[in-house]
């Protein structure tokens, strides 16, 4: 009786990695599941922070497809190791600040390495050619083999007839005719294949998982590192960039304004790293000031603050400034009418 | 057979679960761990990894806006 041989899949959580995986089951291979979280993952933190998603039946996708599939799914934090990756992308970024091909490259290397010390003898994405514009092109397939070290160990199941023949092709651990033929931006060979694998509620995210794909984030993004003249991050940093209106009305500092119940109560957990501003008289957002202000600075943070309260018709509202010592100023301020918000502030 | 607590709160998933399932490695079968934790989302996500990586789910609760998930460590 021959070798049952194992394969580890990226599972992101789409569709393609999870018929990947499923195509690999079908032909007898023995798969787990790997999920690299880099925090700038879309899934899970937005609904966790935002009240109004909290309604919301929340799961993770890349845990559910496992389930579907039947097979264990190693998560493993790669965010210490992917700053490099992010700040200095050998391949440079696409549309935003995602450097997809260097992700891929690196998240296949990872998966590589982990293929090695868990006795794996292959790795399989669910990648299709001409699917992305950056990573998922005919020419950037053989990169992404090439510089993660995988060579001929990768394999892509939904689109291997398309690509040249690859080890466990060449040694019959898997049948090249039970193989796909995908390509192109065209979604519905897989919404097929879906169907004859009987999944129906499987996730469409339709902005991608990744926020660096997002113009907004990578705006916010690269307006932190000019702020701080520095291309360095911390958890905490890609956090804030997912939560409230991020307003710098000088280059020294900037406001993240709660819009809302659950992001003002999860940017509260932050008072004793940011200056914070809240409401006295009525209802209104928690503000934080990130970087350093003068009295001036505080007034104007203040006002700003107001406008984005119930108090904003107002002629004054009460605010409560914080430092991060506990010391409090109060100022009772003029809110700031909307057509005085310049719009250059928002980031 | 020993009972471990996982200090999950401020985190969001899957970072609840990455760290169970770190910790889960250094246990014995038997072991339970308890997960607390302030994301929801981790009443969810540590049944799901439990069911699919084989361990059971002996209890999850919420008490004041934190969540609760107690695992038995099993033999996988």
């Known amino acids: ?99 997809c091909l260097d992700c891929k490259i690196f998240m296949v290397n990872k998966a590589k390495q982990w293929a090695e010390e868990n006795g794996f003898d292959f790795i399989i994405t669910g990648e299709v050619v001409g699917q992305r514009p950056m990573s998922q092109r005919k020419e950037t397939m053989p990169v992404v083999s090439r510089e993660s070290g995988a060579d001929d160990r990768l394999l892509r199941p939904l689109c291997a007839q398309n690509l040249p023949e690859t080890l466990p092709e060449k040694e019959g651990w898997v049948k090249r005719d039970g193989l796909f033929g995908f390509s192109g931006r065209n979604r519905k060979p897989q919404m097929e294949l879906a169907r004859k694998y009987g999944f129906e509620d499987y996730a469409k995210p339709a902005g991608g998982c990744c926020f660096l794909t997002d113009e907004s984030y990578s705006a916010k993004l690269v307006d932190l590192w000019d702020a701080r003249g520095s291309r360095e991050y911390e958890m905490d940093d890609i956090m804030l960039l997912k939560v409230g209106r991020h307003i710098r009305p000088a280059p020294h500092y900037k406001l993240i304004i709660g819009r809302e119940d659950g992001e003002n109560k999860f940017l509260q957990g932050y008072k004793n790293n940011y200056i914070t501003f809240k409401t006295m008289d009525c209802p209104g957002p928690l503000t934080l000031l990130d970087g350093v202000a003068s009295d001036k600075d505080l007034e104007l943070a203040a006002q700003i603050s107001a406008r984005f309260s119930q108090g904003r018709d107002k002629d004054s509202v009460t605010i409560e400034a914080r430092r991060t010592n506990g010391d409090t100023t109060t100022l009772v301020v003029k809110p700031m009418p909307a057509s005085e918000v310049n719009p250059e502030w928002y980031v | 057979m020993a009972h471990f607590e996982l200090d999950a709160r401020r985190m969001f998933c899957p970072m609840p679960v990455i760290r169970a399932q770190d910790k889960i490695k250094e246990l014995q079968v038997g072991d339970t761990l308890e997960i607390v934790a302030t994301d929801p989302g981790v009443l969810n996500d540590i049944p799901a990894w439990s069911r699919i990586n084989g361990h059971k789910v002996l209890e999850t609760r919420e008490a004041d806006d934190e969540v609760f998930v107690l695992v038995e460590v099993c033999d996988t």
């Open chain 1, 1 to 99: 009786m021959s070798q049952q041989r194992k394969a580890v899949a990226l599972i992101s959580g789409g569709l393609d990695s999870l018929l990947a995986a499923r195509v690999m089951l079908e032909q007898g291979i023995h798969v787990e599941g790997i999920n690299f979280f880099t925090g700038f993952c879309v899934e899970g933190h937005t609904h966790a922070i935002r009240k109004q998603d909290k309604s919301k039946a929340k799961r993770n996708n890349a845990l559910w497809s496992a389930e579907q599939l039947g097979i264990k799914l190693h998560i493993i934090d790669i965010v210490e190791e992917y700053k490099d990756v992010l700040i200095n992308p050998k391949h440079g970024y696409g549309k935003n600040m995602n450097p």
